[in-house]
């Protein structure tokens, strides 16, 4: 009778994904209505409600550099590292956001860190956010040849939005010479005005 009542209360206390997704949607509607205080308490609210879901941690993330509050989202991101390693150990973000937050040293330690790790990856279809993310990082610890082509970058890497993002990181080495400034702007952390 005991373990019936225990698997009953387990049920009743769990939600559906739909319950988690009704905060989630309040979440962006009230973004777009610009409510940025409101919206984190719906966001919390999913969050509470599915605290593995990746898209609504990593939207935390991205509310909080939204608003320059780059601590906040170094935060945010380790909680979500905590969930899937891969956002700390395989993504310049955090490095960044450690910069960002006046935490220079910090940051490039752990922009090395990232790049090493992704130095050991083998590329191939499955991994282009990695690849991208080596290219980026190679492009900012200058060890890209100046000379290179997107047909020379593109690996195995064929899908058209692969393809957009290389010409656009082509584009960006091109027009840059501060390869901190594009490392940024394709995190979001500075305005993209190309």
Do not use: W
């Not at 990082?137 to 290179?148: A, P």
């Amino acid at each position: 009778m005991k373990k019936i009542i225990l698997f009953c209360l387990i049920i009743a206390s769990c939600k559906a994904p739909e319950d988690c997704d009704k905060f989630y949607n309040k979440y962006v509607n009230l973004q777009l209505e610009s409510k940025d205080s409101e919206s984190l308490v719906e966001l919390d609210k999913a969050i509470k409600c599915n605290p593995n879901n990746e898209d609504y941690l990593f939207e935390k993330v991205r509310y909080f550099i939204k608003l320059d509050k780059f601590s906040d989202a170094k935060d945010a991101l380790l909680n979500l590292g905590e969930i899937n390693n891969i956002y700390v150990k395989q993504n310049p973000l955090r490095g960044l956001l450690e910069i960002k937050s006046g935490n220079t040293e910090i940051g490039k330690k752990e922009l090395e860190q990232v790049f090493k790790n992704l130095s050991k990856l083998e590329f191939n279809k499955e991994n282009f956010n990695d690849y991208f993310n080596y290219l980026l990082l190679k492009n900012y610890f200058g060890k890209l040849d100046s000379r290179l082509t997107v047909d020379s970058i593109k690996g195995n890497y064929n899908e058209e939005y692969e393809l957009n993002l290389l010409r656009k990181f082509k584009e960006m080495k091109d027009l840059s010479k501060d390869s901190l400034e594009m490392l940024n702007k394709f995190f979001n952390l500075e305005e993209l005005n190309y």
